[in-house]
């Protein structure tokens, strides 16, 4: 004759529970340590907002003053999404954006701002 076992007896199901609960915690504790993002660099010098002067003319060119030479230019989108990056070569320099017309986010180092292309 088998043994049934009654699986929704109160002691039972708290075994249970408790198992799944410790699962559930040793998973996550162990999916958390392996997606840890790894060490970050030492952060860049910030550059005050001020310091960089960024300007749109009606022709699509992006006009950046006051930058250094070698600095990254990073163009997104609204949303977020990288679409281009371009190294500055001089402290003053004009760039022609071929995007469609819209909202724009312009990054250089830790000064921000939202452009629009006519």
């Not at 003319?57 to 371009?86: C, F, P, W």
């Amino acid at each position: 004759m088998r043994n049934h076992i009654n699986l929704y007896h109160p002691s039972v199901m708290k075994k249970i529970l408790i198992g799944l609960f410790l699962l559930g915690t040793a998973t996550s504790a162990l999916v958390a340590q392996t997606t840890a993002e790894p060490e970050k660099e030492a952060p860049a010098k910030e550059i005050p907002a001020t310091a960089i002067r960024i300007s749109v003319s009606t022709d699509n060119v992006i006009r950046i003053q006051h930058a250094t030479s070698g600095m990254q230019m990073e163009l997104y989108s609204i949303v977020g999404i990288k679409l281009a990056t371009y190294t500055l070569r001089s402290a003053d320099e004009s760039i022609r954006i071929e995007q469609p017309k819209g909202y724009y986010i312009v990054k250089i180092a830790n000064v921000v701002r939202k452009v629009i292309i006519r």
